[in-house]
């Protein structure tokens, strides 16, 4: 298509409600629209470059046989309730009711839904260790949304999920998908700097993070 005939609504000055830079270039390029606090639309070419960073990061999981699902959206309030976490998770988990009453949310994280789904058809350990990942429309509901895409409440999101046969299978596990991520960092050009988490008092339990 040519550039004429494009939909590319640019902006020539810094619109007031942009504090840092990503969000003035995103919105004065024409990648993004507000439509409310802290949801956005992706207009043409910011929809082409987030597919082309969804598609650098399904490589990098494919190449660690890391296997892509896609969860439903909206999640039973059951789910939670049998983890703890449906009252503990605070207000900002959009909780809904559908014309029957029963009580749904708009999933901020999926951890108890793949667990289930995994317990439901996974019943011996010769069928370990899987990891399941997917990029999937996510919604949170801060309470002071800003900086753009950065801190949203609607948002894409890739999360993986490891299921692993005991903890030396899962540190394996962890140290192949933190290759993944600094592979993928690398391709996206952005220097990311794996941190060593120092975790209670005695400082006896550590984890990476990046």
Do not use: C
């Not at 994280?109 to 995994?118: H, I, K, S």
């Not at 690398?186 to 700097?193: D, H, S």
């Amino acid at each position: 298509m040519r550039l004429s005939r494009s939909f590319l609504p640019t902006l020539k000055e810094n619109p007031a409600e942009a504090q840092i830079v990503s969000h003035r270039l995103m919105l004065r390029a024409g990648l993004i629209r507000q439509t409310a606090s802290g949801i956005y639309a992706w207009l043409p070419a910011g929809l082409k470059v987030l597919r082309n960073i969804s598609q650098i990061v399904r490589e990098e999981q494919d190449r660690v046989d890391a296997q892509e699902v896609l969860m439903p959206t909206l999640q039973s309030a059951d789910l939670w309730r049998r983890s703890g976490r449906y009252d503990a998770y605070g207000p900002e988990m959009l909780r809904i009711q559908d014309r029957h009453k029963r009580e749904l949310l708009y999933g901020p994280t999926n951890e108890e839904m793949v667990t289930d789904l995994f317990g439901q058809t996974v019943k011996s350990y010769k069928d370990l260790p899987q990891v399941l990942y997917h990029i999937q429309w996510k919604f949170r509901d801060e309470m002071r949304p800003r900086f753009g895409v950065m801190r949203g409440r609607e948002f894409l999101m890739k999360d993986a999920y490891s299921f692993d046969v005991d903890y030396a299978s899962a540190v394996a596990t962890y140290r192949r998908m933190m290759l993944a991520y600094l592979r993928t960092f690398q391709r996206l050009g952005v220097r990311a700097v794996p941190m060593r988490l120092i975790r209670g008092r005695s400082g006896a339990n550590s984890a990476m993070n990046s």
